[in-house]
């Protein structure tokens, strides 16, 4: 018998925090080993975390909604195993084959014939001896992780459906969380806001009022960092604030302003950008076409029972472009490598496509995209975009790009000056096709026209070579038979 710390393993990608998103077991549940404990969210893609021990968990030192950093305790187990190492493996078994799998958010979860549980609400309690956790490795996405679907019952004998104890607070002390017995009483005294004794103790350290304070953690627990916030706010708001009732510019609005944390996706996304944009020094080219050809491409695609089903847009012919346009233009599927003073040239086409997520934006690419003829990149871009939308996308499919694609035109925008995926040289936006007049055959005719707007990194690419890509890309669209002298 002893107590093992499950630590925030590196989920790769060069990523060093998450955030927990729930816990899907208690604090007195038994566990099996590569039971999933939990979900925590990456910038890049939310990851469930199997259990590296059998046993009890005994801990759970952070609550959802808090950020934790790699290496940092989570989740303290009494391992009940006579003879289990530190990594929880039985004696006489190989430990590389019991080592937990790290599975994509949404990936097959149905065990023993049912689906997976959904999170429960967690229990946080005073926090236990640490000690050194076992190595974890990630394997392929969709590989079942609890093959018992069985989530242990209560050590206690407690049911499910215990009133939910506040978290501890995200600035305790790490392995240190407030007395249940206080975080009890936080949850039941309904005239008061829910928090954390430390977090009660800030509030009255800056004259805050807790009653005024809107809480982001989870179900509306209020966190210190909620507390510095509103503080901070404070502090530097106005003599006048403007009014936001019914007549002002926010109708119906109960604060002047919304602060929203920066995390996730918005964080990662924000910070690549800020490198990209003062790194790579970006240069944009804008071709305009006449795409009817091309729309009138798609409407007879559709009527085609090959491509029965599929959803086929001017992207799809766009991609198509940029593909075939890259076998006369490597040079703008490369990428300058500053440590080895080189640019590298890829014979491969990653294909980012920019998506935009209920997460924020996200850049999943198609593998080999350069191999794929018209109907299975059509199906590859459906694939992608549906995995994008359900919030499904492996961390794997983030990474490896070598030139994008951003569809701007749903949006009705004409043209725009992308920033660059970092580590790419060149993105391509594609405006939104309109129906204008337009110069055809010496006489002026209502036409499918549409703006192509290429920004690229001008250490890698120079203006000549980007026009030349930009030109073969808008001949496909004006001409998609065009296609049949670049192959």
Known sequence: MGIKVFKL?????GLTESEIVSWHVAEGDAVQLNQILGEVETAKAVVELPSPFTGVVRTLHEGPGTTVSVGEPIVSIEVDEPGQ????????????????????????AERNGRPARRPRRTVAV????????????????????????????????????????APADPGTERGAAAPATEQWTAELAAERPRSTPPVRKLAKDL????????????????????????????????????????????????????????????????AAMVASA?????????????????????????????????????LTIAAKAVCLALGRHPELNARWDEAAGEIVQQNYVNLGIAAATPRGLTVPNIKGAHRLDL??????????????????????????????ITNIGVFGID???PILNPGESAILA??????????????????????????????????????????????????????????
């Not at 393993?9 to 990608?13: I, K, N, Q, S, V």
């Open 85 to 108: 190492d530190d990594a929880g493996n039985a004696p006489g078994e190989p430990s590389s084959q019991r080592r937990p799998n790290l599975v994509g958010y949404g990936a097959a």
């Open 430 to 487: 594609v405006g939104a096709v309109r129906r204008q007049p337009w110069e055809y055959r010496g006489e002026v005719a209502l036409r499918e026209v549409v703006t192509l707007s290429l920004s690229f990194d001008h250490r890698v690419v120079d203006g000549a070579q980007a026009g030349r890509f930009l030109a073969d890309v808008g001949t496909i669209l004006h001409d998609p038979g065009m296609a049949l002298t670049m192959v």
């Open 9 to 13: 393993p590196d989920l790769g990608e």
């Open 375 to 404: 109907r299975r990149l059509a199906e590859a871009l459906g694939e992608l975009a549906e995995t994008a939308r359900a919030g499904k996308t492996a961390p794997s499919d983030l990474r490896g790009g070598t030139i994008s």
């Open 207 to 270: 004259g805050v009022d807790l009653a005024q304070v809107t809480g982001t953690g989870d179900r509306g627990l209020i966190t210190r960092a909620d507390v510095q916030s509103f503080h901070d706010a404070g502090a530097a708001a106005p003599a006048e604030v403007p009014a936001t009732g019914a007549g002002g510019w926010l109708a119906g609005a109960a604060e002047a302003e919304t602060r929203i944390i920066i995390k996730g996706v918005r964080k990662l996304t924000a």
């Open 415 to 417: 043209a725009g000056t």
């Open 126 to 165: 005073a926090g236990a001896a640490l000690a050194p956790m076992a190595g974890v490795e990630a394997v392929p996405r969709g590989v079942d992780a609890d093959p018992s679907g069985n989530a242990g019952a209560s050590a206690s004998g407690q049911t499910r459906n215990m009133p939910h104890v």
């Open 278 to 314: 003062f790194t790579a020094p970006h240069a944009s080219s804008f071709l305009t076409v006449d795409a009817t050809a091309s729309m009138e491409l798609i409407q007879r695609l559709k009527e085609n029972k090959a491509f029965a089903g599929l959803k086929l847009t001017p």
